[in-house]
């Protein structure tokens, strides 16, 4: 590499129609103060671009990291929550989902009656980064548009992508009027991992 710039930088001094020498003429006092080497400093800038690199990806799994651990302590630290009946779940049809909210206004939830009539509901945060999951019916799963994950709609478990732990379930009470209640939520917890 240096070799191949030695000969370029002599063949252009060698060239009568250059102003190399001039330029180098006038440059050299300076250049005696200020020392310069090219290759020293490619391989500075080579060795800061790794560094920077190295940083950059430990930054961004720490961020990652922090991100589905804080939203697993969220999920952990709820308090006693009240019951609140979900609207519209007695008539749900199987194989179909709903769309709730619970505990509060802020926390999209998703019920599910599977095939089999039996009905299941989740907290609509995925596990991984967040993004609100969907209940896909083609395959009757769950399903993260984010990064490809995807949940077993009966018992949030993880199926394949990057979510770390599985959904968090939210109880439920079937009165015997018919109508549904959300009576808790559970955060999903890694031992679920299928
Ligand atoms: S946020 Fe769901 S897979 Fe990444």
Not at 6 to 23: F, G, H, Q, Y
Not at 74 to 100: K, V, W, Y
Request: glycine share 8%; aromatic share 8%.
């Amino acid at each position: 590499m240096s070799s191949n710039l030695d000969n370029t930088i002599k063949k252009v001094l060698a060239d009568d129609r250059s102003d190399e020498n001039d330029v180098r003429a006038a440059t050299a006092p300076h250049q005696r103060d200020f020392p310069y080497d090219r290759e020293e400093e490619a391989q500075v800038t080579r060795r800061e671009f790794c560094n920077f690199l190295g940083l950059t990806s430990a930054a961004l799994f720490v961020g990652a990291a922090g991100f589905a651990g804080k939203a697993a302590i969220d999920a952990r630290d709820t308090p006693q929550l009240s019951s609140a009946r979900i609207e519209g779940a007695e008539a749900l049809a199987p194989g179909s989902s709903l769309n709730f909210r619970y505990p509060t206004d802020k926390d999209s939830a998703i019920l599910i009656r599977t095939l089999d009539g039996e009905l299941h509901a989740f907290g609509q945060k995925c596990t991984h980064l967040s993004c609100p999951v969907y209940f896909e019916r083609s395959h009757q799963r769950l399903e993260c548009p984010c990064h490809d994950g995807a949940f077993d709609a009966k018992t949030g478990n993880v199926l394949y992508g990057p979510p770390p732990r599985p959904l968090d379930s939210i109880k439920l009470d079937v009165r015997s009027d018919g109508a549904v209640w959300a009576i808790g939520r559970e955060a999903g917890s890694s031992e679920g991992l299928i």
